[in-house]
C-alpha cells in the first residue's frame, strides 16, 4: 500500500507565502513524476506543477513565477513554494504520483492525496 500525506495548508494574507510538502509512504523502490493539482470550489481540479525524478519542471501559467516545485527522491518527497498569494490562488491542493514502483514489485498508478485546504484573503 503506498499512500501520499500532504502538510503546510493554511490561512494567508494576499501576497504572503507558504510551503506545501507531501510524503509517500509504503515500501517505495521509484517515483517518477510527482506533482501538484489544485481544485478551487464548484471547479475543476486543475495542474499546479509537475516534477520528474530528473528535476524536470513544469508550472501552469497561472503560477509561473511565484511557486516552485521541488522533489527530495531519498525522502520520497514533494514541495510547493507558494510565493505572492493571490486570492484565485484559495482551494485544496492534492499531491500527486503518476507511477510507484514497490520493493516488493508492484505498481501503483495515480496516486492522490487527501488535500491541504489554502486559503488566501484579500
Known amino acids: 500500500q503506498v499512500q501520499l500525506a500532504e502538510s503546510g495548508g493554511d490561512a494567508v494574507h494576499s501576497g504572503g507565502s507558504l510551503r506545501l510538502s507531501c510524503i509517500a509512504s509504503g515500501s517505495i523502490f521509484n517515483i517518477n513524476t510527482m506533482g501538484w493539482y489544485r481544485q478551487a470550489p464548484g471547479k475543476q481540479r486543475e495542474l499546479v506543477a509537475v516534477?520528474?525524478?530528473?528535476?524536470?519542471?513544469r508550472y501552469a501559467d497561472s503560477v509561473k513565477g511565484r511557486f516552485t516545485i521541488s522533489r527530495d527522491n531519498a525522502k520520497n518527497s514533494v514541495y510547493l513554494e507558494m510565493n505572492s498569494l493571490k486570492p484565485e490562488d484559495t482551494a485544496a491542493y492534492y499531491c500527486n504520483a503518476g507511477t510507484v514502483q514497490t520493493r516488493t514489485g508492484d505498481r501503483y498508478f495515480e496516486i492522490w492525496g487527501q488535500g491541504t485546504l489554502v486559503t488566501v484573503s484579500s
Open positions: 516534477i520528474s525524478k530528473n528535476g524536470d519542471t
